[in-house]
């Protein structure tokens, strides 16, 4: 009965590991989202030594930079970044070997052997149990491997809420408030934007129309890095009491945050006029990150100013 044991085990540990690599049949191009063929792209590409980022099935700065360092290193011209028939060609070249399979791969075919040992394992178990009712020896007890159930992953968490008042004087650039992005997962995870809503009730003659910039700082002061710029427009008419002017603006964050990693940020208003009174909010209602990880929380940012007696 050993021998057989040993057999089960055995057969586990050497059972193939290597799939071969699907070719690449269409053209790739920045601003795909969540598509299996950029998956493909990046895990090629960071087989290849030249991409260090996470594996999303985005197609955005860092996967068009990698794609650029490919072309140049195959002597593809032009080098714009761009997943041609040309480049296509080529990595369907360099992928003809065996392709390693990935941890969740490698997970799902050490399952399923396990589960196949499992049933052999009973089966022989019920075996045993037949034989022993023939003899006075007793057999030892075959003990069988617990499969361990998959950890759900955590979520990345947004968090913020901030209540300040408009400038008393105008000024040429002025903080709206700060908001944090916690990465309370096991994985690496690109935070590409924050879709909000903008709500105005202001009286502000000078800003009716008035284009200004919503900056977003990766930190809470004015010398820390600029991570974008929106350009947004005041609506020309007034709003009336009670009924603020909304729009959904989109406000491009497009960091990485390491497992565990936790961030602060802080949106910036630039070229805005003065406020006489009333109310300016911002309220975040979805966040576009990485594929396969869920986020939850929500940021509101406010300014206010009583109106003069």
């Given at each position: 009965m050993r021998g057989r044991l040993y057999f089960f085990t055995f057969w586990i540990i050497l059972s193939p590991l290597a799939v071969s690599a699907a070719s690449f049949e269409r053209d790739l191009y920045f601003g795909l989202r969540d598509n299996p063929e950029v998956t493909q792209l990046q895990e090629f590409l960071r087989d290849q030594g030249i991409y260090s980022g996470p594996v999303t099935g985005g197609f955005f700065s860092l996967t068009k930079d990698a794609v650029r360092k490919f072309q140049e290193r195959e002597n593809i011209a032009p080098a714009a970044g761009f997943f041609g028939p040309i480049t296509r060609a080529r990595a369907n070249v360099l992928q003809q070997d065996i392709k390693p399979v990935t941890k969740e791969e490698l997970r799902a075919s050490i399952t399923a052997q396990i589960a196949e040992?499992?049933?052999?394992?009973?089966?022989?178990?019920?075996?045993?149990?037949?034989?022993?009712?023939?003899?006075?020896?007793?057999?030892?007890?075959?003990?069988i491997p617990a499969i361990e159930s998959p950890i759900r992953p955590a979520k990345l968490i947004v968090s913020g809420s901030a209540t300040s008042t408009f400038p008393e004087i105008e000024m040429i650039t002025f903080k709206m408030g700060e908001f944090s992005v916690d990465n309370n997962t096991s994985r690496e995870v690109l935070v590409l934007n924050f879709d909000a809503i903008l709500s105005e009730?202001?009286?502000?003659?000078?800003?009716?129309?008035?284009?200004?910039?919503?900056?977003?700082?990766?930190?809470s002061s004015v010398s820390d890095t600029l991570l974008s710029t929106t350009e947004f427009t005041f609506v020309l008419t007034a709003p009336k009491i009670g009924e603020p002017h909304k729009a959904v603006v989109n406000l491009p964050y497009d960091k990485i945050l390491k497992a565990g990693e936790k961030?602060?940020?802080?949106?910036?208003?630039?070229?805005?006029?003065?406020?006489?009174?009333?109310?300016?909010?911002?309220?975040?209602?979805?966040?576009?990150?990485?594929?396969?990880?869920?986020?939850?929380?929500?940021?509101t940012l406010v300014l206010t100013k009583e109106p003069p007696l």
């Amino acid at each position: 009965m050993r021998g057989r044991l040993y057999f089960f085990t055995f057969w586990i540990i050497l059972s193939p590991l290597a799939v071969s690599a699907a070719s690449f049949e269409r053209d790739l191009y920045f601003g795909l989202r969540d598509n299996p063929e950029v998956t493909q792209l990046q895990e090629f590409l960071r087989d290849q030594g030249i991409y260090s980022g996470p594996v999303t099935g985005g197609f955005f700065s860092l996967t068009k930079d990698a794609v650029r360092k490919f072309q140049e290193r195959e002597n593809i011209a032009p080098a714009a970044g761009f997943f041609g028939p040309i480049t296509r060609a080529r990595a369907n070249v360099l992928q003809q070997d065996i392709k390693p399979v990935t941890k969740e791969e490698l997970r799902a075919s050490i399952t399923a052997q396990i589960a196949e040992l499992q049933k052999q394992l009973q089966e022989l178990q019920q075996k045993q149990a037949i034989e022993a009712e023939k003899t006075t020896e007793p057999l030892p007890a075959v003990s069988i491997p617990a499969i361990e159930s998959p950890i759900r992953p955590a979520k990345l968490i947004v968090s913020g809420s901030a209540t300040s008042t408009f400038p008393e004087i105008e000024m040429i650039t002025f903080k709206m408030g700060e908001f944090s992005v916690d990465n309370n997962t096991s994985r690496e995870v690109l935070v590409l934007n924050f879709d909000a809503i903008l709500s105005e009730e202001m009286d502000s003659t000078p800003n009716r129309n008035r284009k200004v910039n919503f900056l977003i700082r990766d930190g809470s002061s004015v010398s820390d890095t600029l991570l974008s710029t929106t350009e947004f427009t005041f609506v020309l008419t007034a709003p009336k009491i009670g009924e603020p002017h909304k729009a959904v603006v989109n406000l491009p964050y497009d960091k990485i945050l390491k497992a565990g990693e936790k961030k602060t940020a802080s949106i910036w208003i630039e070229k805005m006029k003065f406020v006489r009174s009333g109310t300016l909010k911002i309220e975040s209602t979805q966040t576009a990150i990485s594929s396969g990880v869920e986020s939850e929380g929500k940021f509101t940012l406010v300014l206010t100013k009583e109106p003069p007696l």
